[in-house]
């Protein structure tokens, strides 16, 4: 039924299976949306955050997937700017996979503020030495340009591309897409480090203050090299969950390795610097509020936060996957790179929950204990909404979209390739568009 | 901006004298109702109760006989941040200026009608000071003929905490405006809580005007801040001449603690 709109030459599940995963799906996000209307309509009494809990999961949520959304401003960092070819065969997914992070950490952040339609008070009364400024300019701003990256890969539908003018816009997008990739790449940039420095510039909060240079504190920096690090690992990880998924090989081993590669060193001199930041504000920023680690990492009562968060966040999902990414065995071994692109995830994500929760969880004041908190059913399931809205989002694009430009040739329908060669000639008279050709290496 | 004794120029502040302080609530209760602070009908989880001013008992920890306890009240403590250029911390992190410093009078105030409830001054605010109107105030039947009229109410959705009373303020500078006079009296611009405080433990005033009682008070040896290593330079201090009490006000390392203590045991 819906087969003009598949790209030509691959094939997809039948409509009635793809439409009872998208029903499936729609579910899940229904509750989210009807929990964000909850929360919309009759306030944050919907949620369990209070006065010690000011930021809490959904905080989280949101600088946890934007640096897993990292992935994109990265890769199109070195394909664009660095000029490594080969990544273009990933940069579409990539971009695809930022594009859903970033428009979930907009709508949760939609959601998180009291008064939501006073929300543009962030751009019309702007407090310039403020960090959540800077992360709302940047962050609107890069989503417009993830935005301006997907769109000509939807222009690149069969159907859609048989417009002339959407053709030939396709095109030319593609052919300006490295000054998007330029800006998106700077604006990253800032952004990321932004949301590192709105914890470490808290002087109240000793679990989060750091000291730095200038206006920036070190989570400044450590925030962006980490999303740089890790957001590739994320990509991959999706990319590998949709070849499961599909039963199809996707993307080729040289592609993989090569990012897989990347993001190992990226990730192992990162965990160097975490090293040095941990060690330094541990016996030389803390003590001087007159604090120690151990208060830091306690079993005190109410405290959940002992020396195993650490441990998990820095060895578990730092050194270990860093040191299996950077050797050859471990890009290579299939298991190898799954548990090292998760662990890696999974200790980006450990590290943003820290920043936000641990650090809000401790008490400052001496006669204070430690704040506990369990989110409510309309914070999880509106958490849970951006996975689901994704899950759609990047089954719709795949079926429709010629998001991975090396799937064709990695799975060839038999007798279907001739047949496929004579449609796109077909299609390309029809265009009758000069001397332009048509954009075969997919824009992001 | 002039400097000194009766000049426009303040730095309004409090210095609370704990070894007075009987822990009776009434600046508590005089606050909530001099600001229109709303409550709920059921108050029993305190962590998303607004008061602006809370009072915190504090025990030095030792077993009876020698348990000691100690009130503590917690207002704003409007932080100058370090050189007094209103780098408090939630100033400085508001991203839509919502939280004010004053240059004239040193009081951080709170722009009701600018706040979005993005909740980061509450992050940063390591007081805990900052209330959030998790609710839209509701008040019993008949309660709202009995609001202050001088006091904006709070709708849901905004961060709220302590003015220093700052409507009396301006009612204060008016009345001079009216009389033909350039300043006003120690006494004629007084919180709520200070007034309330039947054990007169909260004193009140210009903290650079030698005029005012908190201008000695707050150089006494038994002053002490809250947490003043965090460099947050609050308005608020706190006497004791209780040691425990005085250490209770910030942390300290084990051997910083044994220091003080043995300084006083040679003092």
Not at chain 1, 40 to 67: E, S, V
Not at chain 1, 225 to 241: E, H, M, Q, R
Not at chain 1, 402 to 426: D, H, M, S, Y
Request: aromatic residues 14%.
């Amino acid at each position: 039924m819906d087969s003009d709109l598949i790209p030509k030459g691959v094939q997809r599940c039948s409509l009635g299976k793809f439409l009872l995963w998208i029903s499936a799906c729609g579910f899940v996000l229904a509750i989210g949306v009807y929990a964000m209307i909850l929360c919309w309509l009759k306030g944050l009494n919907q949620t369990n955050m209070n006065d010690a809990y000011g930021f809490a999961l959904w905080i989280w949520a949101d600088l946890a997937i934007i640096a897993l959304g990292g992935g994109a401003f990265f890769t199109g960092f070195l394909r664009y700017i660095i000029g490594i070819k080969e990544l273009k065969n990933i940069i579409n997914y990539a971009v695809l996979i930022g594009f859903i992070c970033y428009s979930s950490a907009l709508l949760i952040l939609a959601i998180d503020i009291g008064q939501p339609l006073r929300g543009w008070f962030i751009f019309w009364h702007a407090n310039v030495h403020s960090m959540l400024t800077e992360v709302a300019f940047c962050l609107t701003v890069y989503f417009a340009v993830l935005t301006i990256e997907y769109i000509p890969l939807v222009l690149e539908n069969r159907k859609i591309d048989k417009i002339p003018f959407f053709h030939n816009l396709s095109h030319n997008m593609h052919e300006i897409m490295a000054v998007f990739a330029a800006t998106g790449a700077f604006l990253s940039f800032f952004h990321q480090g932004s949301l590192g420095g709105v914890a470490g510039v808290l002087f109240g909060r000793p679990f989060g203050f750091r000291e730095g240079i200038l206006i920036w504190p070190w989570t400044f920096f450590l925030f962006t090299w980490s999303a740089a690090a890790v957001g590739p690992c994320f990509t991959i990880l999706i990319t590998k969950i949709t070849e499961k998924v599909t039963r199809k090989k996707l993307v080729k081993d040289n592609v993989i390795e090569l990012l897989a590669k990347i993001s190992g060193w990226m990730l192992l001199t990162y965990i160097i610097a975490k090293l040095i930041d941990t060690y330094y504000w541990a016996f030389h920023t803390a003590p001087g509020m007159g604090l120690t680690l151990a208060q830091f990492y306690t079993s005190d009562p109410g405290s959940v936060y002992g020396y195993w968060i650490l441990f998990l966040e820095v060895v578990i999902g730092g050194i270990v996957p860093a040191l299996i990414l950077v050797t050859k065995f471990g890009r290579t071994n299939k298991i190898a790179l799954w548990i090292a692109i998760t662990l890696a995830c999974i200790g980006i994500c450990t590290n943003r929950w820290v920043m936000v929760l641990q650090l809000l969880a401790m008490p400052v004041m001496t006669f204070q204990s430690w704040f506990t908190y369990f989110p409510s059913w309309q914070e999880i399931a509106t958490t849970i909404l951006p996975v689901a809205y994704g899950a759609i989002l990047i089954s719709i694009s795949y079926r429709y979209l010629p998001i991975f430009p090396q799937e064709r040739e990695l799975n060839p329908i038999p007798g279907e390739e001739a047949e496929v060669e004579t449609v796109e000639k077909e299609e390309k008279k029809e265009l009758a568009t000069g001397d332009l050709s048509p954009a075969t290496e997919t824009a992001t | 901006m002039e400097k000194g004794h009766n000049t426009t120029f303040k730095r309004y502040g409090m210095v609370i004298d704990l070894d007075k302080c009987t822990g009776c609530g009434a600046c508590m209760v005089a606050c909530m109702q001099e600001n229109n602070v709303p409550f709920k009908k059921d108050e029993t989880d305190k962590i998303r109760s607004i008061t602006w001013i809370r009072v915190y008992k504090l025990n030095n920890g030792k077993p009876y006989p020698d348990t000691e306890i100690c009130y503590l009240p917690r207002p704003c403590q409007h932080c100058s941040g370090m050189g007094d250029h209103g780098h408090s911390p939630c100033v400085s992190v508001c991203p839509a200026t919502a939280t004010d410093y004053g240059m004239d009078t040193g009081i951080v105030s709170q722009i009701y009608t600018r706040c979005f409830g993005c909740r980061y001054c509450m992050v940063a605010c390591p007081y805990h000071v900052r209330h959030f109107n998790w609710w839209d105030p509701v008040w019993p039947e008949g309660m709202e003929n009995y609001l202050s009229p001088n006091v904006s109410v709070r709708m849901r959705g905004v961060v709220e905490k302590c003015s220093f009373c700052y409507h009396r303020y301006q009612l204060a500078r008016e009345r001079a405006f009216v009389q033909g006079r350039k300043d006003i009296e120690e006494h004629e611009y007084q919180t709520a809580c200070t007034q309330a405080c039947p054990a007169k433990a909260i004193t009140f005033g210009d903290l650079i005007n030698p005029a005012h009682a908190v201008y000695e008070l707050k150089n006494s040896p038994n002053a002490f801040q809250l947490l003043e290593r965090l460099q947050t330079y609050p308005k608020v201090y706190y006497l004791s001449d209780r040691l425990w009490v005085r250490m209770a006000g910030d942390n300290y390392l084990e051997e910083e603690k044994r220091e003080m203590a043995q300084a006083k045991i040679k003092r």
